[in-house]
């Protein structure tokens, strides 16, 4: 039988943000006898500082963007070509590559993010952010000659939106000679989790990288134009996450039909694709089989309070379920499925009550 040292050790593995109170009752131990062993496991190198850090744990990484999301609402009819008074409806961190980096953390993985901000205090501020929740930003690229990238949306009184302002140039700063200065870092991930905000010769470069190492690679969509950035061969890609209208934008045609998406899949494998999954908002999720057909995942019915960032959680519960059970790709959805229901519940971009309990 495993003794109490060992016990703590395999509770730490599995929630490495666990309370020693919560280790001593899990263990039938006083809090000053887990203490000690922490201190010894500690002194022994099988804890790493403070948090319970554990040696080897190999990160799941992250590319793309940051940016900082900002909403206003008119506070009257929008009269053009003049000031219109507003209120702030919210500022919060945002980017897809962070967003699902902000999510994986809160779950309790490992997780290092590779993304570009500038120098100044929005950027610092992102960084700091990701830092507090054990995300490692060492990697990041920080400009001194460009502003951090900033996604504004502007709605009506009614809040629906009438215009938003995307500013996300620093992600082209991602190029395939920033991708080679963190080669020594990206060798170490387990996972690559990467947006299409990235320049269309950075995406082909890790998909290069990842078919030659067997790593398993995940790619979100973020818009239609950039489907465009996705290179004619995919070899080296675990899943594709999009939606329909972006899927559609990258075969170049409607897809109306089931046989329609179908043919699509098979299409994309050609190419070299594993796994494709389309979002479907309220409706759910298809997910690829290995027939080349799709299972089809309804969504948890749940109260809607803010879509933003349901995406994202979508994607990082998936890359979540696909980190425990690689070849499950149908629980995985799942699993995502929970983790946007849950976002959807809540106006923060990221569900700030996520813990590494959240999808057992």
Do not use: W
Not at 24 to 32: F, K
Not at 203 to 232: D, Y
């Amino acid at each position: 039988m495993p003794s109490k040292k060992e016990q703590l050790l395999d509770l730490i593995r599995n929630n490495p943000f666990v309370s020693q109170q919560d280790l001593a009752e899990s263990l039938g131990l006083s809090r000053s006898a887990v203490a000690g062993h922490i201190a010894a496991l500690t002194r022994e190198r099988q804890l790493l500082g403070r948090a319970y850090i554990l040696p080897q744990r190999s990160p799941l990484l992250c590319i793309g963007g940051a940016n900082i999301d900002r909403k206003l609402s008119s506070l009257s009819p929008i009269r053009p070509g003049t000031s219109n008074p507003a209120r702030l409806v919210k500022e919060s961190p945002g980017g897809v590559a962070r967003n699902i980096a902000e999510n994986l953390a809160r779950l309790g993985l490992p997780v290092q993010l590779l993304t570009a901000v500038g120098m100044d205090a929005t950027g610092q501020g992102l960084l700091a952010q990701a830092q507090s929740l054990g995300v490692d930003t060492s990697g990041s690229l920080q400009v001194p000659d460009a502003a951090t990238g900033s996604y504004t949306a502007v709605l009506d009184a009614n809040g629906q939106m009438l215009v938003a302002l995307a500013h996300m140039e620093l992600a082209e700063r991602l190029s395939p000679e920033f991708l080679r200065s963190t080669a020594a870092q990206r060798a170490q991930a387990r996972m690559l989790v990467a947006d299409l905000n990235l320049p269309a010769d950075s995406i082909s470069l890790l998909l290069e990288e990842a078919h030659a190492a067997g790593l398993p690679t995940v790619l979100v969509a973020v818009s239609e134009p950039k489907m465009a950035r996705l290179p004619q061969d995919l070899r080296g890609l675990r899943c594709l996450v999009l939606n329909l209208g972006e899927l559609e934008a990258l075969c170049g045609e409607k897809l109306k039909s089931a046989a329609a998406k179908q043919r699509a899949l098979i299409g994309l494998r050609e190419r070299g694709l594993q796994d494709l999954v389309i979002t479907e908002g309220r409706k759910g999720v298809l997910c690829s089989r290995p027939d080349g057909r799709f299972t089809a995942l309804a969504a948890p019915a749940t109260d809607v309070l803010d879509v933003t960032g349901a995406g994202d959680a979508f994607a990082a519960g998936l890359c979540h379920g696909l980190d425990r059970k690689p070849e499950d790709l149908e629980s995985a959805c799942r699993q995502g499925l929970t983790l946007a229901a849950l976002t959807l519940q809540t106006t923060a971009t990221v569900h700030p009550d996520l813990s590494p309990a959240t999808l057992e």
